[in-house]
C-alpha cells in the first residue's frame, strides 16, 4: 500500500482546509482510513478515522469541525478541516488498514502534509 497525503497549507485560525490521501497498491474499499497528527515536540495522536462501511469517528477536539470522508472509486480520503486553531499546527498523515484498531500496529503510514495555523 502507498499512500500519498496532499492539502496542507499555512491558514490563519477560523479558516478551511482539505487534506486528500490517495491510495494505491491494493483494494482501497476493503481499507478502513485515518488520520493523525504530530505537533513538534508531541507525539503523534489519532485525528479521525472512517471504517470501509463509513462510519467515524473523532478526536474530541475536533469533533463539529472536522469532517473524514472516502470516495472509494477515486481511492482517496479526504479531511475537510473548518474552523482551524492554532493547536492544530502540525504534520498530518493519513493511514490504512483492514481495521481502525490496526493502525499503530499495522497500518500503512503516507508521509505527511504540513498545516500551519496562525492566530
Known amino acids: 500500500v502507498q499512500l500519498q497525503a496532499s492539502g496542507g497549507g499555512l491558514v490563519r485560525a477560523g479558516e478551511s482546509l482539505r487534506l486528500s490521501c490517495v491510495f494505491s497498491?491494493?483494494?482501497?474499499?476493503?481499507?478502513?482510513m485515518g488520520w493523525y497528527r504530530q505537533a513538534p515536540g508531541k507525539q503523534r495522536e489519532f485525528v479521525a478515522s472512517i471504517t470501509i462501511g463509513g462510519n467515524t469517528n473523532y478526536r474530541d477536539s475536533v469533533k463539529g469541525r472536522f469532517t473524514i470522508s472516502r470516495v472509494d472509486a477515486k481511492s482517496t480520503a479526504y479531511l475537510q478541516m473548518n474552523n482551524l486553531k492554532p493547536e492544530g499546527t502540525a504534520v498530518y498523515y493519513c493511514?490504512?488498514?483492514?481495521?481502525?484498531?490496526?493502525?499503530?500496529?499495522?497500518?500503512?503510514w503516507g508521509q505527511g502534509t504540513q498545516v500551519t495555523v496562525s492566530s
Open positions: 493511514v490504512a488498514a483492514r481495521l481502525p484498531r490496526l493502525f499503530e500496529e499495522s497500518g500503512s
Open positions: 497498491g491494493n483494494i482501497f474499499r476493503l481499507h478502513a
